[in-house]
């Protein structure tokens, strides 16, 4: 591929002598600018270029065209003011003295206009370059609307959390994952607690005194960080008027605010726990005789009770003497002290003090609760059969 040029050349008078021919060899040129016009129109980054001597587009790539919605008759012979780049950009002014001046533009913001109306989110920068020897301006371009509306959609959804979060009756704070220090909490929090919010920011749960028992926090960070996820655990809360809370705490992982917290909900079971107590201890007031009892029933109070002395010892059967649990399986038959001393042949005063130790090892006081942590182990009398004296 040859450039060819002309040239006439006259004679003393002026007239035309010869006409000269210059041919250049331009195939390495050519290639390039084939190459260049091959990686421009297949570069998926945005890209337009114009010349700098009257700043209008001689190129534009399809990257571009698919950004914006333009047609290529769109953006070719239109200036850089008709079309501006720069629209709204953090320094246009900068931006078009170093237009003028041909020379690098940094990369910046823009919103650049589109041809069905509003606009896009993008980065624009300029770099010099040459385009059939012709001085140009490369502008490419990164969009950044999936960036905007990816905020804008965390943005909406963390304010919906904030307003449900605070509006919710429930007593909830948010902690960070790391510590369990205390973020956020909502008004029912405080309410509950009689805490305000600036005696529990900030600090982790460990130091807020909430827990009456000081290892609760331990174990709750144990379980988060191995699955994430905290139902309804049961755990006694300080109030700041001194009182203790039955509560059940659930928990949640989640991310907010790009940093990963838990949100934990508190369920305040006093009310709920003292009526169980009350029930039971009415059923134990007038049950002189348990024997007629089912044992589902038995059962079911058992558990009343294993649930609310969590923190209970555990004493088994094989703890107790076989005079205790001799005495203790007559009782289960439904034997007053009397009938027991009778049976087993012991003193009415000797069934009374192994029946007092008895209560005192079960951590029972009445012979109805003796006769549930029993029934509550498999136990009914059936083995007492010692008929010795002792």
């Keep these: 591929m040859h450039r060819v040029r002309s040239l006439v050349l006259t004679d003393a008078r002026g007239e035309p002598d010869c006409l000269v021919l210059i041919i250049a060899d331009i195939t390495e040129w050519a290639s390039a600018e084939q190459r260049f016009e091959k990686t421009f129109n297949a570069n998926p980054a945005p890209a337009v270029i114009c010349r700098l001597d009257d700043l209008r587009y001689i190129k534009v790539n399809q990257g571009f065209m698919e950004m914006t919605g333009y047609a290529r008759d769109d953006v070719i012979g239109r200036s850089v003011y008709e079309l501006d780049v720069f629209e709204g950009a953090e320094a246009r002014k900068t931006a078009i003295e170093k237009l003028g001046e041909g020379v690098t533009i940094p990369q910046m913001q823009a919103e650049l206009s589109l041809p069905a109306g509003g606009t896009k989110l993008v980065i624009v920068a300029g770099q010099p370059i040459e385009v059939g020897e012709e001085d140009c301006m490369l502008f490419s371009f990164m969009d950044l609307e999936p960036r905007r509306k990816a905020e804008d959609a965390l943005r909406q959804s963390e304010e919906r959390f904030a307003k449900a979060f605070q509006m919710t009756p429930v007593p909830t704070l948010v902690c960070s994952a790391d510590a369990l220090r205390v973020m956020e909490v909502n008004e029912a929090f405080v309410t509950t ?41 049961e755990l006694r809360i300080h109030r700041k008027q001194g009182e203790l809370l039955d509560c059940l705490l659930s928990a949640e992982s989640l991310t907010l605010h790009g940093q990963p917290c838990h949100l934990m909900a508190l369920l305040d079971i006093t009310d709920r726990k ?8 009415a059923i134990e007031t007038v049950m002189q005789d348990a024997s007629w009892f089912s044992q589902t029933l038995i059962e079911k109070l058992a558990n009343v009770r294993r649930g ?3 923190g209970a010892e555990a004493v088994a059967l094989a703890d107790l003497t076989a005079r205790e649990r001799d005495a203790l399986g007559l009782m289960c038959e439904g034997l007053s002290d009397k009938e027991i001393a009778t049976r087993l042949g012991l003193a009415t005063n000797t069934v009374r003090n192994h029946v007092a130790s008895l209560y005192s090892k079960i951590d029972v006081h009445s012979r109805a609760e003796a006769i549930v942590w029993a029934r509550e182990r498999g136990y009914f009398g059936s083995g007492s059969s010692s008929q010795k004296s002792g």
């Design 274 to 281: 003292r009526s169980e107590m009350e029930l039971v201890g």
């Design 193 to 233: 607690t009689g805490l305000a919010s600036e005696e529990l920011l900030g600090k982790s749960l460990d130091e807020t005194g909430l827990f009456e028992d000081r290892a609760a926090h331990t174990r709750i960070q144990d379980a988060l960080r191995d699955s994430g996820v905290l139902r309804s655990t």
């Design 308 to 310: 609310n002395a969590p």
